[in-house]
């Protein structure tokens, strides 16, 4: 089953509203998590890391203000695509590393898919 | 900065041919681990393995393989005997450890394409 787990895994939205993704990391604690964004046909590119407890830090040319990070809990982060427009159309994908004590792995979430009208 | 170079940006082949897509990354880390994932059209990220760059052992999983060479900073994956089932996206990944361990750096991805 799923470690890492995203929902929505599909959502829709009229351009100008605000749309919330959740991450959570369902069998470990995760201090960190991550978030990629995908155009279609394109790679995943890092948008920014989440650090629980402490604001994110973003990628180099993603807009804090648009893409809201919050990491309340070791099992939660949140992306809230703020004012969405068309263009943030996208498939959003997080992960979460896990630091066990003999070895660390990553895992991703499912992605959720978003589409801006 | 990290890199990944996916040089084959699109791949066909006939069903039962093999297959090698490759991977060559950049980092100045000398600890790292290297990834493959596979994407369906789905979107979800599959994992197929995970290297460490202290280990250079070569790695068989049925009819995946993977060539790990630090010399060539490459980590080329073989698909053998290719299947329908085996069409999708590959990415190969380059994550870091300590700090921002989990921090990944993805190629452009390769997509493989298996006839009947």
């Known amino acids: 089953g799923a470690v890492v787990s995203q929902h929505p895994s599909w959502v829709i939205c009229k351009s100008g509203t605000s749309v919330k993704i959740e991450c959570r990391s369902l069998d470990f604690q995760a201090t960190t998590m991550f978030w990629y964004r995908q155009f279609p046909k394109q790679s995943l590119m890092l948008m920014a890391t989440s650090n629980e407890g402490s604001k994110a830090t973003y990628e180099q040319g993603v807009e804090k203000d648009k893409f809201l990070i919050n990491h309340a809990s070791l099992t939660l982060s949140t992306l809230t695509v703020t004012s969405a427009h068309p263009e943030d159309s996208s498939f959003y994908i997080c992960?979460?590393?896990?630091?066990?004590?003999?070895?660390?792995?990553?895992?991703f979430g499912e992605g959720s898919w978003l589409t801006v009208v | 900065a990290q890199k990944v170079t996916q040089a084959q940006t699109e791949i066909s082949v006939v069903e039962k041919e093999d297959v090698t897509l490759d991977c060559v990354y950049e980092?100045?880390?000398?600890?790292?681990?290297l990834f493959w994932y596979k994407q369906p059209p789905s979107g979800e990220l599959v994992f197929l393995i995970r290297?460490?760059?202290?280990?250079?052992q070569n790695e068989i999983s049925g009819r995946y393989s993977w060539n790990f060479q630090k010399s060539t900073s490459s980590f080329n994956f073989t698909i053998t005997a290719s299947q329908v089932v085996d069409s999708a996206v590959y990415f190969c990944a380059l994550s870091e450890v300590g700090t921002n361990a989990g921090k990944s750096t993805f190629g452009d991805g390769t997509t493989l394409t298996v006839k009947p």
């Open positions: 980092t100045r880390d000398t600890t790292y681990y």
């Open positions: 290297r460490n760059s202290f280990d250079e």
């Open positions: 992960s979460a590393s896990f630091s066990g004590r003999i070895r660390n792995t990553i895992y």
